[in-house]
T-cell receptor, first 116, second 113 residues
């Protein structure tokens, strides 16, 4: 089966611009997660979708970040306008209906975002 | 609240030597515990997980970890390091019934020929 796909793999944008990251989870996985790793820091939770609904968005840094999951399939994470501190690697992960508790996540390769 | 502490952001071992990566956790309830590995230019891959069955958990690529409740530890070991083990390793914890995972800062493992 295809894994979790993220694109772009790299993005360099100027401060104030808008960037949209996309994640395609494993087919049939209801749970989709976004995480972020700022350089030198821990990987931090951003939010969790169950199908098309936001289950937990407690990790979203501020209202410049908007996540959507169309029809419970792929998800997008938009940053508008981007700031320097938004630079980092954004990971997407998915898990089946049992959630990550029993099986763990399947991660994508991440999108490296650099804001200059 | 839960947290993970990984001791040593960089660990170097000789090829063939024991690998020991340390992880201590804090959780108010019995946790699920995980080790993930990230090879260069790849996503995180699940190495092994503890979900309340046997306290000694075996994972892929010859790694194992032991859950020690009294020490709140979940250290990762491998008897003999291989060059292909060079990667970054993340310990993670979640509370049962919750989807959110808290990661440690990661430990980069260098294997010296």
């Amino acid at each position: 089966e295809a894994g979790v796909t993220q694109f772009p793999s790299h993005s360099v944008i100027e401060k104030g611009q808008t960037v949209t990251l996309r994640c395609d989870p494993i087919s049939g996985h209801d749970n989709l997660y976004w995480y972020r790793r700022v350089m030198g820091k821990e990987i931090k939770f951003l939010l969790h979708f169950v199908k098309e609904s936001k289950q937990d968005e407690s990790g979203m840094p501020n209202n410049r970040f908007l996540a959507e999951r169309t029809g419970g399939t792929y998800s997008t994470l938009k940053v508008q306008p981007a700031e320097l501190e938004d630079s980092g690697v954004y990971f997407c992960a998915s898990s089946g209906s049992a959630g990550q508790g029993s099986y763990g996540y399947t991660f994508g390769s991440g999108t490296r975002l650099t804001v200059v | 609240a839960q947290s993970v502490t990984q001791l040593g952001s960089h660990v170097s071992v000789s090829e063939g030597a024991l690998v020991l990566l340390r992880c201590n956790y804090s959780s108010s309830v019995p946790p699920y515990l995980f080790w993930y590995v990230q090879y260069p230019n790849q996503g995180l891959q699940l190495l092994l997980k503890y979900t309340s069955a046997a306290t000694l958990v075996k994972g892929i690529n010859g790694f194992e970890a032991e859950f020690k409740k009294s020490e709140t530890s979940f250290h990762l070991t491998k008897p003999s390091a291989h060059m292909s083990d060079a990667a970054e390793y993340f310990c993670a914890v979640s509370e049962r019934g919750y989807q959110k995972v808290t990661f440690g800062i990661g430990t980069k493992l260098q294997v010296i020929p």
